[in-house]
């Protein structure tokens, strides 16, 4: 396949994930401050949680086992969809957060004595061997991540229990993801400048490698 028409089918894919993100907030927000949408708030708060168990299970070297416990699950919200509804908004706050707060551990847990920084194990993915000032970066840019993702978990949880509701849903479902955006750009402008004699490599290619980099 030509290198062009690659390049064009990856940001066709990129453009499908974002639409279908949007999408998702849209509905996900519309749930949140339009009376009577209990059934689709629950089906969409309940969609990623099962998405992502389905493809854990599907890979899971265990995989009749996981896919046994999925489906167990999967009654268990069936028995249980009567009352569901009337608590959506509560497992769209737990799933936000919850996110979050697991992020912030996955980068928090790399900073410990003898353990490899998150983003210097991204980093190496993609220059290889890292000169000491640049492993000193990235443990302090693990650290910021790590405490950028327990804000935004901290925030998403006062608002849901002191604000409206519909200003917690705009916070989960329009802010977040520009915020990590935001944390990507101001990055990337604070490495050009604290190194400028650094090779650095574009800002949607180092997305592609975290994505795409094996699981620790």
Not at 77 to 92: G, N, T
Not at 98 to 122: K, V
Not at 185 to 199: D, G, H, I, T
Request: one cysteine or more; aromatic letters at 12%.
């Amino acid at each position: 396949m030509p290198a062009a028409l690659r390049a064009l089918r990856g940001s066709w894919r990129w453009l499908a994930l974002g639409a279908l993100g949007l999408a998702y907030a849209v509905l996900a927000h519309h749930t949140n401050t339009t009376p009577d949408r209990g059934v689709l708030g629950t089906a969409l708060a309940i969609a990623p949680l099962a998405c992502a168990a389905l493809a854990l299970a599907w890979n899971s070297p265990r995989r009749p086992a996981m896919l046994l416990a999925c489906g167990l699950g999967f009654g268990a919200f069936w028995l249980a969809w009567s009352r569901l509804p009337w608590h959506f908004s509560l497992i769209y706050w737990i799933e936000h957060a919850g996110t979050e707060l697991l992020l912030c551990l996955a980068f928090a847990r790399t900073l410990a004595p003898g353990r490899e920084p998150m983003c210097g194990y991204f980093a190496r993915i993609i220059h290889g061997t890292l000169a000491p000032p640049i492993e000193r970066y990235t443990r302090r840019l693990t650290r910021a991540w790590a405490v950028f993702f327990g804000t935004m978990a901290a925030v998403s949880t006062l608002l849901y229990h002191t604000a409206p509701l519909a200003a917690w849903s705009l916070f989960a479902n329009f802010a977040t993801g520009p915020l990590i955006l935001l944390m990507f750009v101001a990055e990337y402008a604070l490495r050009r400048r604290l190194y400028p004699n650094m090779q650095h490599v574009p800002m949607m290619a180092a997305v592609k490698a975290y994505w795409n980099a094996p699981a620790r």
